[in-house]
């Protein structure tokens, strides 16, 4: 429909000339008005004209009445207020001339959101408005279609998604490097660690959306690193020395015939005889000040230990994480022994015999190569290849010597 336009007139001033199309308007704007507002407009005909112009949506009128609010405008217009409609102005205020009057007529919007459909009726200008006069809140990331800024219009449906944004972090462990330092005066075998390695921290940031509760997806968003990993520092020996002649292989010490010796080394090239472990010796260990004869020889020691010796292998059966690993790097082998450093510093190397002179059983040359949780003061642990021989060997009385 065009826009309607039209002007309207109030003069009491007027001969009675038989009724009038211009006379019965009058009479009946009059009578509207009493009936709508309790009162009649002033007849006094000295009362000038206020000329207001009003807008009823797509229509609008010019209005010249001798009334002064703005009900008695809209009463001269014939313009009905629905129960959702609404004036510029309150409807008891002064008119002043030259003036606009809008009238806001009330709308039917129909709302769908989280899967119901409600009804909201308003005369808001747009979308934005008409939610918020309703009561209804719209998130930071919902989605409202259409957009808020949308004039509304009568019978419009307007969708609002819930959407829900999660933002969380993650810690990552960035591994640290290895460097080894090789040093030429510590013999080849040595290994220490001069700076322990600790690994970094990366914190990955993620954005979690969810639109009405379905549909989850997370997107990394950004990335940085909480603290730097330390490098780890070995050093290494790489010093060689000369081996002391040892039996050789297939012969026995001549202290008992039944027991076949077989020289072999350690992980670090220390030499040793692996013997059974329930080797016999009819020759027992003598010593004179710091010098030691043995079924193996003869040498000089620093320090003798009577200690509690106990067995282990180094599988991964036995050890799980550890399995391979030892405290200075060496592999599980026989000829590794693991001590308690404060008694026996690490690396020391040692020779073991049973407590009567090696008569009941040798471990022969070994080197302390490793600790334990359990191994605390004059307690060792023998490193043997299988989990038979330490069943067999079980606890047992030892003699360390600490070689020189």
């Not at 039944?258 to 020289?263: D, E, M, R």
Request: hydrophobic content about 35%; glycine content about 10%; charged content about 20%.
């Amino acid at each position: 429909m065009g826009n309607k336009k039209g002007s309207i007139f109030t003069n009491e001033k007027f001969s009675f000339r038989g009724p009038s199309k211009r006379f019965i308007a009058i009479i009946s704007i009059v009578a509207a008005s009493i009936l709508f507002y309790g009162f009649t407009p002033s007849a006094d005909e000295e009362s000038p004209l206020t000329s207001v112009t009003i807008v009823d949506g797509e229509n609008y009128f010019e209005v010249e009445t001798k009334g002064q609010t703005v009900g008695d405008a809209l009463c001269v217009a014939d313009i009905t207020l629905g129960e959702n409609d609404s004036v510029s102005k309150d409807l008891g205020a002064e008119i002043k001339d030259g003036e606009t009057i809008t009238v806001n007529r009330g709308k039917l919007i129909f709302l769908n959101t989280s899967g119901t459909t409600f009804e909201i009726r308003t005369n808001a200008a747009t979308v934005g408005d008409a939610l918020i006069s309703d009561g209804f809140q719209v998130g930071k990331y919902d989605e409202v279609v259409p957009d808020v800024n949308t004039p509304t219009a009568d019978g419009m449906t307007v969708s609002v998604t819930r959407v829900y944004v999660e933002v969380y972090e993650v810690n990552e462990e960035i591994p640290f490097t290895e460097k080894t330092i090789t040093n030429d005066e510590k013999e080849a075998g040595y290994k220490n660690v001069i700076q322990e390695g600790k690994p970094g921290t990366l914190v990955r940031t993620f954005k979690k959306v969810s639109k009405d509760g379905a549909g989850v997806t997370a997107t990394l968003i950004g990335e940085s690193v909480a603290s730097q990993p330390v490098e780890q520092i070995i050093e290494i020996g790489t010093k060689q020395v000369s081996e002391p002649a040892q039996p050789p292989a297939g012969t026995n010490t001549g202290a008992n015939p039944s027991v076949t010796l077989t020289p072999g080394k350690t992980a670090d090239g220390v030499p040793f005889a692996a013997i059974p472990t329930m080797a016999q010796n009819n020759t027992k260990t003598t010593t004179s000040g710091n010098t030691a004869v043995t079924a193996y020889g003869t040498f000089t020691f620093s320090k003798v230990i009577n200690a509690k010796a106990t067995a282990y292998e180094g599988s991964s059966a036995s050890n799980g994480k550890w399995a391979g690993k030892t405290a200075t790097g060496r592999a599980p082998v026989f000829g590794v022994v693991a001590v308690d450093p404060s008694v026996i510093p690490l690396n020391s190397k040692l020779y073991i015999e049973s407590s009567d002179g090696g008569k009941s059983w040798i471990y022969g040359f070994a080197v302390a190569g490793d600790t334990g949780g359990a191994i605390k003061g004059n307690k060792i642990d023998l490193c043997y290849n299988t989990l038979d021989q330490c069943y067999q060997f079980g606890r047992r009385d030892a003699v360390v010597y600490v070689l020189n």
